[in-house]
Each structure stands twice: as C-alpha cells, then as structure tokens.
C-alpha cells in the first residue's frame, strides 16, 4: 500500500506492506537512524516519536496508522543552521545521557512532555517519562536536564 | 518483531467499519489504538487477516454528560480521559485510573473501547468499568444493544462482544467527587498490575473490585457484603480474595496475589474517604 506523511517537515511517500510498523518505515524507508529499536515491546521507550506532536512508541503503531500525520524524530529537532533543541542542548549540558541509546527517545518523550505540562514538578518529570528506560541508570541526569529545559522554555 | 500478513483497510464511519467486519469474517480485527492488539500480532499470537483501523473515527471519541450518567465514546483515548474536565467533576475515578494506564505513549493512543473489547483481567479500565456498574453500549449487523458490565467479561481476553459487533459507548451513572482510591501494585512503573484494587464510595454502598486476580476482572463481592453489614475495613480487606482465582507467574505466586489483594483492598478502603 502507498503511504504519505510528513516527517521533520518533509513529505515522504512509500510502498509498504501493511504490516510495517512506523518505527522501520522511518529508520529503513526514510533512512532516519536516530530512532532506535530497543526492547521491540513498547516498554522501553527509545523508539518514541512525536505524532502529530504527541509522544508515541513507534514499535507499537502501524506506519499505515500515521498515514497523513506530521511526525517528528531526534532529527527534526535541531534547527536547519544545526543549532541544538533547548531540550537537546539541556541534555548535553547536563550529561543526560551515559551510553545513548535510549536518549532519542527521552529527548523525545521529554519533549511532548513538556508540551503537555510547561511546569513539572521533579516528581512530575520521573512519573512522565515512566515509559522511557535507561539501561545505564542514568535518570538522574536525566531528570534534571527535562528540569533545566522546561526552566528555560518558561523564560 | 513484524506481524504475520494482513490486509489493512481504514473505515471512515462507523457503519462502513461494522459492514467491513461482515465482509471479512472472523478472521477480520478491529484496531483502534493498537496498545493491547500490535504487541500480541508481533508475537503471533493473533494472526487476524485482515485489520479495520476504527482509529480516526472521530464521531466516537466524547464525554457527555445527560443528568447522571456520563456517556464515553469507544475511542476516546486515555489522554483524553486524562485531561477533560467533565469527566473529573462527574467521573472523578474514572479519571484517576485513566491516568495509570501504561505511560504517557501509551495513553496518547490506547482507547477505552479497546481496553474493554480486549477483556485483559491485568487491565485498569475494565475493573473500574466494572466497579461503576457501567454498559457497553454495542452496535452490529442487527443494530444497538446494551450489554451490562457484569455480563460483559466472560473469560480470559473473551468478552460477550461478537466477532462481528463494534464497541460503540460506555456509560457509568456520575459517581462526583465521590471517595475512591485505587491501589496498583507494580514493579516497574509502566507494567501492568501485578494485583490491582480499587475502592468507590458511594451514598448507600462501596464498590470493590479487582485487577488480575482470576481470568477476568473481578468485584470483591465478599468485601462488598462485608461492608453492607457493618464489618470493619480490616475484616471486609481480610476477605478481599474469596471467591477468586489468581494464577501464578514470574511475578506473583498464587499465595503472594491472595496476599496483595487483602492488603490492597485495605488500603484502598482506607484511602477512599
């Protein structure tokens, strides 16, 4: 079947089987590698895009479903000129990220959580990013980065 | 992981999603959000041929409000249940136990219709559904009819819902800001509960219910009675496992779910003031 979808403000149009789920139309279709594949179950989070602005893990949708909608992976959020998402740069900041396989998806999850509420509290911020595991462990700095930008983004 | 093939068709009313099922047959499936049904296709363990996205069906995705009873399109998303304020000045505990469902993904997709058409016993929603007396509104070939909650959840992901009929509406009678409190017990603060119990006061009586104690979503009708004749929290807590029949598995023993549902009931009991 023939789908369309914008994506980073790109239109892409592909063959796909049914069956191909959003995550590797956009890594193998779109060749956008930034958004991994990490437990394949929708419980780890590192496959999460932005559908129409939402959080969404990308594992667990059908590109057919997106059919239409306004995506955004890790590399739709840097500006054209390459400066960094406050998000991202909050991130590098912060030492957000230890091995980083899991921070396309925190930064993204982060992102559409910020969106949805402007001022987290701590407590906030780790119950919003529950979907999103970081093997590493590194959630604390984590945590404070999401912290640090949405302090940023208020001002 | 990649599910087995399948023809896709997405329809654009319900009418036109319930004529598509007919055409198909049994081996055809409804997918709203997908939450409960993509991750059973990757693993194969479902193998519908042919998939009806009822996803984008706007017409189904409300919260009305007609004297006492809040009315719940099927595709509502738990996010939406999350954030409207109709339903928590008149649903409140609905809401609260939107809010819990999976994470904040999952919630931007995932669909009350789905959660109760899936029938999982690990599930929130259809416990509280169930706590709430509501009805599931159903529309098929032959048109509407009202299927009560009790009588809903038949088995392990089997619902009275035929292959061929469409979960419409949910409706509760508004419970207010009545007292709740539901208890999820986890290990990872995503996952499904482990055990589950949620507490609803009302004027004339509490309503009890349970997750994943048995093959369906269960009422603690034991605590119930209980209640309704005068026993303290701790006695009625004491019974919250009669009558049930928890499985066994790598997060719970049989004898540890008994356990958890005794102490979670408890504290639901105590919280829901």
């Given at each position: 079947m023939r789908i369309a979808m914008t994506i980073n403000g790109r239109r892409e149009e592909h063959d796909v089987e049914p069956r191909t789920l959003l995550v590797h139309f956009v890594r193998e279709a779109c060749v956008l590698t930034g958004t991994k594949v990490g437990c394949d179950t929708s419980s780890c989070g590192a496959c999460t895009v932005l559908v129409d602005g939402e959080s969404v893990k990308s594992c667990t949708m059908l590109a057919a479903q997106a059919d239409g909608a306004a995506i955004t992976t890790i590399e739709g959020l840097a500006a054209a000129d390459g400066t960094l998402h406050p998000m991202q740069a909050a991130f590098?900041?912060?030492?957000?990220?230890?091995c980083g396989f899991?921070?396309?998806?925190?930064?993204?999850?982060?992102?559409?959580?910020?969106?949805?509420?402007?001022?987290?509290?701590?407590?906030d911020v780790r119950l919003g990013?529950?979907?999103?595991?970081?093997?590493?462990?590194?959630?604390?700095?984590i945590v404070k980065s999401v912290l640090v930008a949405a302090e940023a983004a208020r001002q | 992981?990649?599910?087995?093939?399948?023809?896709?068709?997405?329809?654009?009313?319900?009418?036109?999603?319930?004529?598509?099922?007919?055409?198909?047959g049994d081996e055809a499936k409804?997918?709203?959000?997908?939450?409960?049904?993509?991750?059973?296709?990757?693993?194969?363990?479902?193998?519908?041929?042919?998939?009806?996205?009822?996803?984008?069906?706007?017409?189904?995705?409300y919260v009305r409000v007609d004297g006492g009873t809040v009315a719940i399109g099927a595709l509502t998303r738990h996010r939406d249940l999350e954030t409207d304020a109709l339903l928590g000045e008149h649903c409140g505990v609905l809401q609260a136990v939107a809010a819990q469902v999976g994470d904040n993904q999952v919630r931007h997709r995932g669909t009350i219709g789905g959660s109760v058409a899936h029938g999982d016993?690990?599930?929130?929603?259809?416990?509280?559904?169930?706590?709430?007396d509501a009805e599931f509104v159903v529309r098929g070939p032959g048109g509407e009819r009202t299927i009560p909650s009790s009588e809903f959840f038949l088995g392990f992901l089997e619902t009275a819902l035929a292959p061929d009929e469409l979960l419409v509406e949910v409706r509760v009678a508004a419970t207010g800001r009545n007292g709740f409190s539901?208890?999820?017990?986890?290990?990872?603060?995503?996952?499904?509960?482990?055990?589950?119990?949620?507490?609803?006061?009302?004027?004339?009586?509490?309503?009890?219910?349970?997750?994943?104690?048995?093959?369906?979503?269960?009422?603690?009708?034991?605590?119930?009675?209980?209640?309704?004749?005068?026993?303290?929290?701790?006695?009625?807590?004491a019974q919250a496992d009669a009558g049930t029949e928890p499985v066994g598995d790598l997060n719970a023993s049989v004898e540890y779910r008994r356990h958890l549902a005794r102490v979670l009931v408890r504290r639901a009991l105590e919280a829901a003031v």
């Open positions: 590098q900041e912060n030492h957000g990220l230890q899991c921070t396309a998806g925190m930064v993204m999850a982060s992102v559409s959580l910020i969106e949805e509420q402007p001022s987290p509290t701590e407590r990013l529950e979907g999103n595991l970081c093997r590493c462990t590194g959630y604390h700095n | 992981m990649i599910p087995a093939p399948f023809d896709y068709i997405r329809a654009g009313s319900a009418d036109e999603a319930l004529a598509l099922i007919t055409e198909h409804f997918i709203a959000g997908g939450m409960s049904l993509l991750p059973l296709m990757k693993l194969r363990l479902a193998t519908p041929t042919v998939i009806v996205d009822v996803g984008r069906l706007r017409e189904l995705s016993p690990a599930s929130d929603l259809p416990a509280a559904l169930l706590a709430l539901y208890q999820k017990f986890n290990r990872r603060a995503q996952d499904w509960a482990i055990v589950g119990a949620l507490a609803v006061r009302g004027i004339t009586a509490t309503r009890v219910a349970l997750v994943n104690m048995g093959s369906t979503p269960l009422r603690a009708s034991a605590v119930e009675q209980a209640l309704a004749s005068g026993a303290s929290v701790a006695d009625a807590a």
